[in-house]
């Protein structure tokens, strides 16, 4: 019987053991996939290098938005402020649907020499506000905030 019993502890040691280590695996593989955002005010306050590559989140000021002929007509320009520091974002490619002024944004790319932020990826964040579409009917887009 003593040695029964203690076999289920050994068991259930072993099993502890292996629950920690799975754990302890998978939160530090999460902790290195994690990817966070600076705001515009952090960004300045940490002073990011010129070329280092980053994740700037923040609103896109209203009345910034606007495409420019700088390449071939693939560029567009915004704002992304945090209310005390604004940034300007220079993006390449199509503008996401989503993307709005006063809405949220995050960019992926890199500052340059001239102060300006040159985007890679541009991200446009959307309301939680979602309403079901009536039977048969088409669902509007809120494009306003």
Request: proline fraction near 3%.
């Amino acid at each position: 019987m003593l040695e029964r019993i203690g076999a289920r502890r050994v068991l259930l040691i072993a099993a502890l053991g292996v629950a920690v280590l799975v754990g302890t695996v998978a939160a530090t593989n999460l902790q290195t996939q994690a990817v966070y955002y600076l705001t515009p005010s952090e960004a300045k306050a940490q002073g990011v290098a010129v070329g280092q590559a980053i994740r700037l989140g923040g609103l896109v000021k209203i009345g910034s938005m606007s495409s420019a002929d700088l390449r071939g007509g693939n560029d567009f320009r915004f704002v992304i402020t945090d209310g005390s520091v604004d940034v300007q974002i220079v993006a390449t490619g199509a503008i996401p649907g989503l993307l709005r002024e006063g809405a949220g944004a995050v960019v992926e790319g890199a500052f340059v020499a001239e102060g300006s932020f040159h985007a890679t990826q541009v991200i446009a964040k959307h309301d939680e506000v979602y309403t079901a579409p009536t039977a048969g009917a088409t669902p509007a887009h809120r494009t306003a905030p």
